[in-house]
């Protein structure tokens, strides 16, 4: 399975993947599809449709652009463990990003659910080739700052087969969820991922263009640490991790050097995988995650790709040594050693082969852990960290907590640190 994750992960599968796409593409005289799969209560949804009219018509003047929108009424079923606390946690973070791109969204919450038929019915009646996405941006406005009048009528026959189409189409496309663009075999999840889009568009656009979209990157290597920094109680990054998820692994890669940079303690909360806590994954979710980690691994010049799922006996094991590491004071470099061990190299951590490479390479006694793996204590302190992840505010991992003197914030997601940051270059202003 390494060697196939491997081979699933490799540029040269990508890019031959484009190029029998294009080729067909131009064979068939189509133009570049874009096809956008959008919700009336998903916050991104909003966001991403509000970016796209100056996005496509910078693209759209120099290649043949085709959009098609197709309203969801609902996400697949298990996408998200915790979906109350995902979508609050997903208001705010687009009260950020429409901070960070100066765009519209609402201070307040004021979106009702008995105006979601209303709204929905509204986005289906502009058909999903409409050119017009302004007119689904206000229709977004309109529930979002609760001015839309509920009819108390629900979807008509019509529009309730129309809404099952789309869902159809989304999950035989293969994917789970909306705010997203599926283009070229390939999905961009809301406006985090139109970089990558852009890029790909750029690289077939006959036109010398330069990105644009590259506000959320985290910027590490630019940016000199604040020089004041307040050091009567000292900041510190708590991590919450699975060493299962591959958003972890590039999670953990980022806090480790980011509190380097920023000289603060990290605190590694490792909290069971869903599967182990008894909550089915989508399988779209599962395939996506590990393309969309795998071109965020890229980016980041992280290796990743050669994968041995530590599910059951791995995660077991690592999380039974952790209190050792933990005392030996070598608890990061441990879980960074068995996360590389299990998403870059290969290594089948489930095994005592395995595990003693992942051990010895950490600098811990091989003979002691050996004493120790079989040891059930770890569970409490796993379930208390994610009980107390969820107590923050936070659905899932990777999930970062920052707090210094007075103020303090919580994030979900790999590609937030570079919130952190600026909150903390804020705090230093």
């Keep these: 399975m390494p060697y196939l994750a491997q081979c699933l992960s490799s540029n040269g599968l990508l890019n031959s993947k484009r190029y029998l796409i294009e080729l067909k593409r131009k064979l068939l005289r189509q133009p570049h599809n874009l096809k956008v799969f959008i919700k009336i209560d998903d916050p991104y949804s909003y966001i991403l449709l509000q970016v796209l009219p100056k996005f496509i018509a910078r693209y759209n ?15 697949t079923q298990n996408a ?3 979906p109350l606390l995902w979508q609050k946690n997903a208001f705010n ?18 979106s009702c659910d008995a105006q979601k038929i209303t709204a929905t019915k509204a986005l289906i009646a502009c058909g999903t080739s409409t050119t017009d996405v302004q007119q689904l941006v206000t229709i977004f406005e309109q529930f979002w700052q609760g001015k839309l009048a509920s009819n108390n009528a629900n979807l008509s026959l019509v529009e309730d087969e129309a809404v099952a189409r789309n869902s159809a189409l989304l999950k035989a496309l293969g994917h789970y969820q909306a705010g997203t663009i599926y283009y070229g075999n390939e999905w961009y999840w809301g406006v985090d991922r139109l970089a990558y889009l852009e890029q790909r568009l750029i690289a077939l656009s006959p036109q010398n263009l330069t990105p644009r979209l590259t506000k959320t990157r985290l910027k590490l290597d630019l940016l000199p640490p604040p020089s004041k920094t307040n050091r009567f109680k000292r900041p510190s990054l708590t991590l919450y991790f699975s060493i299962r998820s591959p958003y972890s692994h590039l999670g953990l890669e980022q806090a480790v050097k980011f509190t380097k940079k920023y000289q603060m303690p990290l605190i590694i909360k490792p909290v069971l995988p869903m599967v182990m806590r008894g909550l089915a994954v989508p399988t779209a979710k599962k395939m996506y995650i590990f393309h969309d980690t795998t071109r965020e691994a890229r980016r980041l010049n992280i290796d990743y790709g050669k ?9 077991e094991r690592c999380y039974a040594l952790f209190e050792y590491a933990e005392q030996q004071g070598k608890a ?49 302190w796993a379930q208390q960290n994610l009980d107390e992840m969820l107590a923050l505010g936070q659905w899932g991992v990777p999930s970062f907590h920052y707090q210094d003197n007075h103020q303090q914030i919580s994030v979900w997601g790999q590609d937030r640190l570079a919130r952190i940051e600026q909150f903390i270059r804020r705090q230093s202003e």
């Excluded at 003047?61 to 996400?75: E, R």
């Excluded at 973070?93 to 004021?110: G, I, K, S, V």
């Excluded at 994968?307 to 995660?315: S, T």
Aim: net charge negative; with cysteine.
């Design 61 to 75: 003047a120099s290649m043949p652009l085709s959009l098609s929108f197709h309203p969801i009424a609902s996400h």
């Design 80 to 82: 998200f463990p915790e």
């Design 93 to 110: 973070d687009c009260q950020y990003l429409a901070e960070l791109y100066d765009l519209n969204f609402p201070n307040t919450d004021l």
């Design 307 to 315: 994968v041995a799922d530590p599910l059951g006996k791995g995660v």
């Design 332 to 380: 990061t470099e441990y879980l960074l050693n068995y996360s590389r061990a299990v998403n870059s190299l290969g290594i089948h951590s489930d095994t005592d082969a395995g595990l003693k490479r992942i051990v010895e390479h950490s600098g811990l006694d091989w003979l002691h852990a050996q004493s120790l793996i079989e040891q059930p204590n770890w569970r409490q």
